[in-house]
């Protein structure tokens, strides 16, 4: 039987310090990611190419930070780890204010991308503790949708930011950053550090992860929605504007459409589906996906501007709503899949898949891009199927994907 919905809010409402630490994560984030290359452009005597190398560097040295801590979120409880990963943050961008070269940038660089990485690891460890059984979808639905709006609330005061355009407003907006992140640890303090009950099974560490070959399905699950999730910032605004030659307004309009449909939307769906079979709703978002590649690749052939513009807009609608469908059950499958004793290590191997995709597909989608329409949006069609038959394959076997949304 699905649980009342005043029964999540509730539950969710009584660890509002720590909602409050993911609204202050999402507000600097959607602020400084999209002025980055510009503050350090602005703000050193460094080329584009030099900047663009070190940060590429630190995401790359980045990679392993999640799966080594992962051990020691089983050890001591996520916590402490989620406070050292927001210390890091704040020290990093501390340093963003002092940097002049490329080796600096890519130290600062690196504590921010490897405190994010840690994060993300010990965030779900931290959901599946506070959340009871049958609220998770819930709870991830409806953080999600806090930190869609967070990160379009960020955007909106980089937009301004950039219009002045000024040292004076770059540094600002770092300091801000750096101060946003000690106050996540502070918040964090309130937050239950839930650790594994004394003689639960932890034996075996990574060896049992890396064996478990239901799990492993679960993180390729994981790979090919987090591939798609990357061709909203990758693919569809350079298709919409530099392929299509539709006005540059419709890239905005893209991101505007996702953010408020997620923003607004992804807490309401997940209460409908409310009952429904978790892998069946994952197979549906990974089919809204594939209608939405069609409909890009559709309007390649449409001649007239405005019905083209329609056209990519619909297809973002689909594609917005397969982001809705498969980000909170896809979060409560992987959470609810790993034994207690070692579920740190096992989101950490989940959250190295989310890592994996974000280094990869810049390139990897650019170069379809560059090859041509069908090139990109049929291969993603391609992901997608693959995203789906892999949905139905935990389905079958992980019992946490068979079970019911909201369901107890």
Known sequence: MPIPDFAVRSSIA????????????????????????????????????????????AGLLALPAGPLVGGLVDRYGAKPILQVA??????????????????????????????RAVFFSCYGVTVTALAAPGQRERWFGLLGSVRNLGYAFGGLLSAIAVSFGTHGVYAGIVVVNALSYVTAFVLMRAVPNVRPEAGQDAAGGWGRVLRDRRYLSVVAHQLCFAVSLFALNVAIPVY???????????????????????GFGQGIVVGWLGGRIRSRVLVAGHACFAAGYLLFLAADRVVALTLAVGVVLLGAGSYTFGEILCAPITSTVASESAPDALRG???????????VAGAVAPAALSGLLSTGAAAIWLTLVGVSILGATLATTIGRVVPAAQSHIGGV
């Open 240 to 262: 919409a504007v530099d392929v299509l030659g539709l006005p540059g307004w419709t890239a905005g309009a893209v991101f505007v459409l996702n953010t408020l449909m997620v």
């Open 14 to 57: 009584r660890h509002g310090r720590f909602v409050a630490a993911i609204v202050i994560d999402s507000i600097g984030t959607g602020v400084f990611i999209p002025l980055t290359m510009l503050y350090f452009l602005a703000t050193t005597s460094l080329s584009l190419v030099q900047v663009g190398a070190a940060l590429t560097t």
């Open 345 to 355: 290590r096992y989101l950490a191997l989940n959250q190295l898949a989310v890592t």
């Open 86 to 115: 927001n210390l890091a943050q704040a020290l990093g961008f501390a340093g963003y204010l002092v940097v002049g070269q490329a080796w600096q940038i890519a130290v600062c660089a690196w504590l921010n991308s490897a405190g």
